[in-house]
C-alpha cells in the first residue's frame, strides 16, 4: 500500500489531469450534452467532488455537504436524462476546489494523528484515496471521450507517475502492481 502522502500526491496529479481535460473548453462545451441519455463534462466534473465528499464524510469526517443543492443532481442514482440542467462553470470549479481543500484538511488530519483511532484510519484513508483517485481518473476517461470523440479536442498527454498504469483502457493508480512491473 502507498503512505497517505504519495496518494495524496496522487490524488492532486488526477485532479490536474482532469483540470486538463476540460479547462480550456468553452461553457458551452462543459454542459453539452451528446444527447438525453448521456451526461455532460459538466456533470462529471461535479460528480467526481460530490463523491469524493460522500466518502470522506462517511467514512471519516461526518460534515455537511459544501453545496447541499448539487447533491441529489451529482448523485450518479440520479438517472442520466435528469442530468441536464447544471450549475454554472464557476460554482463547479468552486465546489470541486473546496471538496479538494476538505479532501487535504481530513486526510493531512488523520497523517497527522489528529483524530481518534490514527492508525485504523490511516488505513481507511489509504485506501479510500486510492478509490478516489481511481474514481478521478474512470471519469476522466468519459470526459476524454466527450472532448476528442464529439468536441473534437485533442487530448493531453496521459500523467507521468511511477505509480499509475492502463487497465482496461483506464488510468489507475495500482498499489497492487507487483514491485519492478511496467508502469506508464
Request: no cysteine.
Amino acid at each position: 500500500m502507498l503512505s497517505v502522502d504519495v496518494l495524496l500526491r496522487e490524488y492532486d496529479r488526477a485532479r490536474a489531469y482532469t483540470d486538463d481535460l476540460w479547462r480550456d473548453l468553452t461553457p458551452d462545451e462543459v454542459t453539452w450534452r451528446p444527447h438525453e441519455n448521456s451526461s455532460a463534462i459538466g456533470w462529471h466534473l461535479g460528480h467526481q467532488a460530490h463523491v469524493a465528499h460522500f466518502m470522506i464524510r462517511n467514512l471519516t469526517a461526518a460534515e455537511p455537504s459544501p453545496d447541499p443543492e448539487l447533491d441529489a443532481l451529482m448523485d450518479s442514482a440520479n438517472p442520466e436524462k435528469f442530468r441536464g440542467t447544471l450549475p454554472t462553470v464557476r460554482r463547479l470549479t468552486e465546489f470541486r476546489e473546496t471538496v479538494a481543500e476538505r479532501v487535504h484538511a481530513r486526510i493531512g488530519d488523520i497523517a497527522a494523528g489528529r483524530v481518534g483511532a490514527p492508525a485504523q484510519l490511516t488505513i481507511v484513508a489509504a485506501h479510500l484515496l486510492t478509490s478516489l483517485i481511481n474514481h478521478e481518473y474512470q471519469h476522466d476517461q468519459w470526459i476524454g471521450e466527450v472532448r476528442a470523440d464529439n468536441l473534437g479536442h485533442a487530448l493531453p498527454p496521459d500523467p507521468d507517475s511511477e505509480h499509475l498504469r492502463r487497465i482496461d483502457g483506464y488510468l489507475v493508480v495500482d498499489v497492487l502492481q507487483p514491485q519492478g512491473e511496467t508502469h506508464l
